[in-house]
């Protein structure tokens, strides 16, 4: 492929990656176009359908978002200061993710997946060198962080945006993952760092009740 064509081919998707953080998921083929400064029929030369053009930049974000947590999980600390400090970087990969996540059907459950399946191997690698705690159902662990965190910036993000929909402007984006950070950023580290219970009388006793035979014991755990 010639590099014109390549280079062609990224400033469209990229646009479409912009265009679908700020309008949502559904914005039409049109409206790229127009925002990419070309033609329909290049984008369909490109991608060949709208359904292209989407995974296509699923695959990106995904991939980008991947890319950056491994550096910063593989960095400790300071690297995730140093991510934190870069937020408006990654201001419309994570909007597009939520913007994915709230159509539902086979698009969120791909996006819930994927992530759940890239924790599995920094959770992994926490509690194998000790920085995390082992789970008594390491999966269910995982996949429930990963529903609560989307699902907290979505209902966040639901009430400051009004109609999900709605169109954002880039420095809105930034602003509004900005203010959920500042709000929320500092208990969820406390939450995840120290726990809520001051002991473990409701863990114990609802272990004992059998919800999960196979779960270790508090001692285990």
């Keep these: 492929m010639p590099a014109s064509d390549i280079t062609a081919r990224a400033r469209i998707r990229d646009t479409a990656i912009e265009q679908i953080a700020r309008k949502g998921y559904g914005v039409s083929m049109r409206v790229i176009a127009e925002a990419a400064g070309v033609s329909l029929g290049?984008?369909?030369?490109?991608?060949?359908?709208?359904?292209?053009?989407?995974?296509?930049c699923d695959d990106h974000v995904l991939e980008t978002i991947r890319n950056v947590k491994s550096e910063t999980v593989r960095g400790g600390a300071a690297a995730t200061l140093a991510a934190l400090g870069r937020m408006s970087e990654y201001a419309n990969l994570t909007a597009y993710c939520l913007r994915a996540i709230s159509t539902g059907g086979e698009v969120a459950r791909r996006f819930v997946d994927h992530f759940v399946a890239d924790s599995?191997?920094?959770m992994a690698q926490g509690v194998a060198d000790g920085t995390l705690r082992p789970s008594v159902d390491e999966e269910a662990r995982i996949r429930m962080m990963t529903l609560q965190g989307f699902g907290g910036m979505q209902l966040y993000l639901a009430q400051r945006m009004g109609e999900a929909d709605v169109e954002l402007a880039p420095d809105q984006i930034n602003a509004l993952l900005e203010d959920y950070l500042g709000e929320y950023g500092l208990v969820t580290l406390e939450l995840y760092s120290f726990g809520l219970f001051a002991t473990s009388d409701i863990f114990d006793a609802f272990l004992q009740a059998g919800p999960n035979p196979g779960a270790a014991t508090t001692e285990e755990h």
């Design 42 to 56: 290049l984008i369909n030369h490109h991608f060949g359908s709208k359904v292209g053009l989407r995974t296509a």
């Design 120 to 122: 599995r191997t920094w």
